[in-house]
Structures are given as C-alpha cells and as structure tokens.
C-alpha cells in the first residue's frame, strides 16, 4: 500500500507507482482500478497527493501565456506561420504581429520575412492544439543579430533559474543578452568570445541540470573561465523569459 | 539561410573566433570505429562533431567493363537520408548527395588507392566490384572530408569473402585485405568573405561563398580538386585554399593510422 517507488526515480511506462486511494494521478500518469501506473518515462515527482512524471526530454508542447522564440516559416494570406520547435503549428495574425496599421494588400514580408526569428507569446491553444500567437506585449520582438540555440524543452527551467536568477547571473558574467524562450531556443547576442561562453555555459546547464549545486557550479565555471569574480545574487523581483 | 546569421557568423569570423569556439584553422574531434556492420565486407563509423557517417564497403563478383577488362570495378553511393537533416528529402538522389559521391569517388579513383588490377579474377569476365556506401546518420557540415575518410578507413577494414568454385560464400571471411596503397586524404576549405576555415559545420555551409575540396595522396599530390558555392576565386584564393587544405589534410592523415 501507498507509494512503492522513491521519489524523483526514474518511472517507466506502465510501472505501478502507488496502490491504494492515497494519491492522485496528474500529468503522465493514470488510475487503474486501484493501482497508479505511469504512462510517460520521466521522473517521478509527488506533490502532496498528487503523483506525476516530468518527462525527461521531447517536444515543446505549447501553453498559454508562454513566451516563445518562433521561425517564419510560411506568409499566408493572414498572417505568419511560425515554427515553434513543436509539433503543432502556430499562427501570428496579422492584427496581432505589429502595432503598426497594415494596409490592404501589404507586403508581409516587410515585418516579418521567411527565416526571421521572433519572441512571440502564445495566447491561445485550441483544442485541436492550432496555436495562436501574439507580437504585441512588453519584450516581444523580431529578432536581430545573435544566434539561436537549441536546448531541451524540459531543461529551460533550470536555465532561467529561480526567479531567473541563472540566466541574469550568466547575463551579466557575459555580458550578452540572452532570451529563453519556453519552447527550448535559446538567442544569445553579444561579443564573440563571450557569446560562445555564454552558450558554452548553457549546454553545461543543460547536461548537468539533474546535479545537485548547479547554480554554485556554473558561477565557479563563469568565475574561473572570466577570471572575475561574482556577486550572490539578489532575488529577481521580475520573472525573467 | 537567415540572412543575420550570415551576417552574424562572418562578423565572428572577423574576429578570429566560430559560433562554436573553434578558430578558423581548427578541426573537430574525430571519433572512429571500424568494423561496425557485421554482414558488410568493411565498414566504419565515424563522428566528428556533431556529424556522423557509416561507410559499408560491400565485395562483389561481375563483369568488368569492355575498355579495362582486366580491371575491377569501383563504386560510390552516397544517400543523404531524411533523418540525418530536416533539409534532406526523401526520393531520387539530391543534386548535393550525387556530388558527394563524386567528389569522395574521384579521390579514391584518381589517387589509385585501390589497385584494379589486383581485382581481376579471369580477364574480361570476372572481376571483383568494390561498393562503397556512405550513409549519413547525423549530418552537420562538412560530409565530403568526413565521408571520405571513413570510406578509406571502410576499405581498409575490408577483406574479402570466400570463394569457392566461382561463388561467393559471404558468411565466411578470409583473411586477405584489399590491394591497397597510398592513401588518399580529402579536404575542404570554405570561404567567408575574406576567411578561409576549414571544417565546416552545416552554419558555415550554408554562408559561404565558396569551397575547395582537395584530395591529397600520401606523397603529397595532389590528386583530385572540386570548387563549390556561387562566388568565384582569385588564383591567390585557390592557393592559398590549396595549402590550408594540404597541411589539414596531413591532421586528418594520423586518423587513417599509415
């Protein structure tokens, strides 16, 4: 009875995680008769009475309100298709991609060509999951200079940090600016050393992210390749994207 | 190709530094492993970034053909498979697939690794087919001098089956490498603006303005060239392209072990 695996364990498809009415099934798990099994590998997380599992990797699936880094990948007669690293498609209607007036029969390209990156929120999922994206808030913006990286979905938690404190300490060590989008890219722009110490720095944040003390490891990595030293940082008032 | 990225990566460049931390002249690392596929007569796996090729090299007996009847016969396929690049379809071979199979072709062919002669079973009508197979598995940047180099490692590698009263028995293995010497190396310099570097991932590929591929055997000839991209070279820029390729290709030559 109760829960037959330890916490934060790795759980593969079908395993039984708990027997009896004690806990509840949430995200990547299921009820069956009075057993809760998995449905998903990923590792086990138990929230009170709630059982579910975070999925080690895979795709961006797209929720509301989520700031996203997208590519123009179609111009239609609407608006823009963007690809977000996931498997649905994304639209951003032309009411919604520039605070400009865009006049009939306008050249779309001109705020938005083929190939171009953009920050986008996402601010429907339908049922169907066609999602519905916006240019227009605090932050969003087409993309200029820098690269994009990718990164794993399920890691871009731990590369923004509490209160997004990794991502400001790696912003100011480096001195680049840098955009998490929710959907696993990553634009970072700066000087090209410090560019490629910053992305250096997010594939170390990604691979060793399961490893207790990360945060203390990536600041003394930051400190011993720049030879400066850093700060604690203070709590982020802000959520950072 | 994003225009600001190209922008982007030539600005780096300038600054003697690549979006991945390499500098101009740098190699990636290079893992190998030989005799990967059971049932292929040589075959190598090889990774170098994050690029990965297998190359089969497959034995055969046919006809030779008419003008070198007392000649063996070889062939390179390369099939650039959807699943190494979303950029690479499905279907009748790309224009991009049949150049790499040319271009690593001509610098078996020309460097004459392979001694055909060797390969003749009975003159004008039985000679041995060498097949080489160049599967992409991962693909980012650079899959000639990549490819290349795993097919000689492939060849290499190879024996020949057994053969008994005139038929192939595949299952069994002798122990009798191919007729081989002089091993050819291939390597290509890109150009980006005014920069020449070498190793190209699929990034820099797609912003260049031009590329050399040199083949050099191990006496240091030259023995086999290909230029791509849609900017022209000075003659300075294919000499200078011409020695970068040649001193990278002595780095690449340790991997093949002599």
């Known amino acids: ?241 | 190709m994003n225009e600001e990225l190209k922008e982007h990566i030539s600005e780096c460049l300038k600054s003697g530094i690549r979006l991945d931390g390499r500098g101009l002249e740098d190699l990636r690392n290079i893992e190998i492993e030989a005799n990967v596929i059971e049932t292929a007569e040589g075959s190598c796996r090889i990774k170098c970034g994050m690029t990965e090729v297998i190359v089969g090299v497959k034995l055969s007996v046919g006809t030779p053909f008419g003008d070198t009847p007392d000649d063996g016969v070889l062939m390179v396929g390369a099939e650039l498979l959807p699943l190494s690049n979303p950029d690479f379809e499905s279907g009748p071979p790309s224009i991009e697939s049949i150049e790499v199979a040319r271009v690593i072709d001509r610098g078996i062919r020309e460097s004459k690794v392979i001694d055909t002669k060797a390969l003749c079973i009975t003159k004008g009508e039985k000679v041995w087919m060498v097949m080489v197979d160049i599967c992409p598995i991962n693909t980012d940047g650079n899959l000639i001098d990549i490819g290349s180099l795993a097919a000689i490692i492939a060849l290499k590698s190879a024996t020949f089956p057994e053969m008994k009263d005139n038929i192939v028995d595949y299952k069994k293995k002798t122990k009798k490498p191919l007729p081989l010497k002089n091993f050819p190396v291939t390597a290509t310099v890109v150009k980006i603006g005014s920069n020449f570097i070498v190793d190209p991932t699929e990034a820099e590929e797609k912003a260049m303005d031009s590329r050399l591929t040199v083949s050099v055997t191990a006496d240091g000839k030259i023995c086999a060239m290909q230029k791509g991209g849609n900017e022209p070279c000075t003659i300075g820029d294919i000499e200078r392209m011409i020695d970068l390729a040649t001193a990278k290709s002595e780095e690449l030559r340790r991997h093949i072990g002599g």
């Open chain 1, 1 to 241: 009875m109760g829960l037959l695996v330890k916490e934060r364990s790795v759980v593969v498809p079908g395993e039984v995680l708990a027997e009896g009415l004690d806990f509840l099934p949430s995200n990547g798990t299921y009820r069956h008769e009075e057993k809760i099994l998995a449905n998903q590998l990923g590792l086990l997380v138990v929230d009170g009475k709630v059982l579910k599992t975070i999925p080690l990797s895979g795709r961006y699936l797209p929720k509301k309100n989520d700031i996203v880094i997208g590519r123009v990948m179609d111009i239609t007669m609407m608006g823009w298709r963007f690809e977000i690293n996931s498997p649905y498609t994304s639209l951003l209607s032309m009411k919604e991609g520039s605070f400009d007036f865009i006049p009939k029969n306008a050249n779309l390209s001109k705020y938005y060509a083929l190939d171009d990156h953009a920050v986008l929120e996402i601010i429907k999922v339908t049922s169907q999951n066609l999602v519905d994206l916006t240019a227009k808030g605090p932050g969003l913006r087409k993309l200029k200079g820098g690269q994009i990286i990718k990164v794993n979905t399920h890691k871009v938690p731990r590369i923004i940090g509490k209160k997004g404190s990794m991502v400001s300490m790696l912003k100011k060590a480096t001195g680049c600016k840098i955009i998490v989008g929710q959907n696993g890219l990553v634009w970072v722009q700066g000087e090209p050393k410090s560019e490629i110490l910053a992305v250096d720095t997010i594939h170390k944040i990604e691979s060793e992210s399961h490893l207790p003390g990360l945060t203390e490891r990536i600041k003394s990595h930051l400190e011993q390749t720049l030879g400066i030293k850093i700060e604690a940082e203070p709590d982020q008032p802000e959520e950072e994207r």
